[in-house]
């Protein structure tokens, strides 16, 4: 079992398979992707080997990230490649959702159980705005669909930005007040490229949470491979409300995930200042050695990060790992 100092154990792996994105969301990637990266991404040998070894260290859940993973041409290969690896009995993909429509039934078939979709306005031309595409109404679309076929977990993200929509939240309540999904309202994080942007956009979530309480909205205990969000529940709406709020006391206390960038970095944070260059052990099939470094690795997590101190680590961007 992957475990830390802090006797963290680590069953949820979010693997990066593309650092590219079609989208220009503009507190993200608003001039575009660095494409070079994708000269040397990740293979498909080299993630099954990759998941191997973490399944047989206890990783459970897998989140395939971008970037944009469907930019990927082998993407179906790699989510049943993971899908197929003995201990993984989750896999969930993060997507912006421009191909939402065309691709989920095959995803569905390839083995995806969970999929998060980003949507960070409801208003078609707000929308936009942050992400540089007109393609709301499909995307809204493509969620319906998700939820038709039966995925078992269908989930929408959205990044609190002021000016934006931190005054839509009445809006998006009412979104999930017949959908069967989790909303998750994310607060906005510092990273290298935006400290300007963070400043004039970011909003707190604890607003939000006071008045869902104070709504009757009650808090939903979590599973061993969820993610950070604090979700909660309400018996007039058939969604559930997420709050992933980075910048909140006790934020990394039930840490359970490790991220590995398209390039075979391991990030033991988000906001990391080092990584792992961990390829060298992608290239046979013996898991032995790589095994042995991740569990070394993991003891040098941190209790935190230092995003309290306006400390962002060396990520560049959120594509860079997929936030």
Same mark, same amino acid.
């Given at each position: 079992m992957l475990m830390d100092r802090f006797a963290r154990r680590f069953t949820?792996?979010?693997?990066?398979?593309?650092?590219?994105?079609?989208?220009?969301?503009?507190?993200?990637?608003?001039?575009?992707?660095?494409?070079t990266?994708?000269?040397?991404?990740?293979?498909?040998?080299?993630?099954?080997?990759?998941?191997?070894?973490?399944?047989?260290?206890?990783?459970?859940k897998v989140r395939i990230t971008g970037g944009e993973p469907c930019l990927r041409k082998d993407l179906l290969e790699i989510i049943k490649t993971i899908k197929a690896v003995p201990g993984i009995e989750e896999v969930a993909i993060t997507t912006n959702g421009y191909r939402l429509q065309r691709d989920l039934p095959a995803w569905r078939e390839a083995g995806v159980d969970a999929i998060n979709v980003s949507v960070d306005s409801l208003d078609p031309s707000t929308f936009h705005l942050v992400t540089g595409q007109n393609r709301l109404p499909a995307i809204l679309a493509g969620i319906d669909q998700a939820i038709a076929l039966g995925i078992p977990k269908v989930k929408v993200n959205t990044v609190l930005l002021r000016g934006y929509n931190?005054?839509?939240?009445?809006?998006?309540?009412?979104?999930? *007040?017949? &959908?069967?999904? =989790? @909303?998750?309202?994310?607060? $906005?994080?510092r990273t290298n490229d935006n400290v300007s942007y963070y400043q004039r956009h970011h909003v707190s979530?604890?607003?939000?949470?006071?008045?869902?309480?104070?709504?009757?909205?009650?808090?939903?205990?979590?599973s061993t491979t969820a993610g950070p969000a604090q979700e909660f529940e309400h018996p007039d709406y058939?969604?559930?409300?997420?709050?992933?709020?980075?910048?909140?006391?006790?934020?990394?206390?039930?840490?359970? *995930?490790? &991220?590995?960038? =398209? @390039?075979?970095?391991?990030? $033991?944070?988000?906001?990391?200042?080092?990584h792992q260059?961990?390829?060298?052990?992608?290239?046979?099939?013996?898991?032995?050695?790589?095994?042995h470094a991740l569990q070394s690795f993991v003891l040098d997590k941190k209790a935190s990060h230092a995003l309290h101190e306006n400390l962002?680590?060396?990520?560049?961007?959120?594509?860079?790992?997929?936030g």
């Open positions: 949820y792996l979010r693997l990066s398979v593309t650092e590219n994105c079609n989208f220009r969301c503009d507190y993200c990637l608003p001039d575009g992707p660095d494409c990266s994708r000269q040397a991404e990740l293979s498909v040998p080299e993630i099954r080997r990759l998941v191997t070894a973490f399944a047989e260290l206890g990783t459970r931190g005054g839509a939240v009445a809006d998006f309540l009412e979104f999930i *007040r017949h &959908r069967q999904l =989790s @909303l998750r309202f994310i607060e $906005l994080m979530g604890q607003n939000i949470k006071e008045q869902l309480l104070g709504d009757a909205w009650k808090l939903c205990s979590k058939q969604g559930k409300l997420g709050l992933i709020m980075p910048y909140s006391r006790d934020f990394c206390d039930d840490c359970n *995930r490790l &991220r590995v960038s =398209s @390039l075979g970095q391991l990030f $033991l944070c988000l906001f990391t200042e080092h260059d961990i390829r060298a052990y992608l290239q046979n099939d013996d898991s032995t050695d790589l095994k962002s680590g060396s990520t560049r961007h959120l594509a860079m790992i997929g």
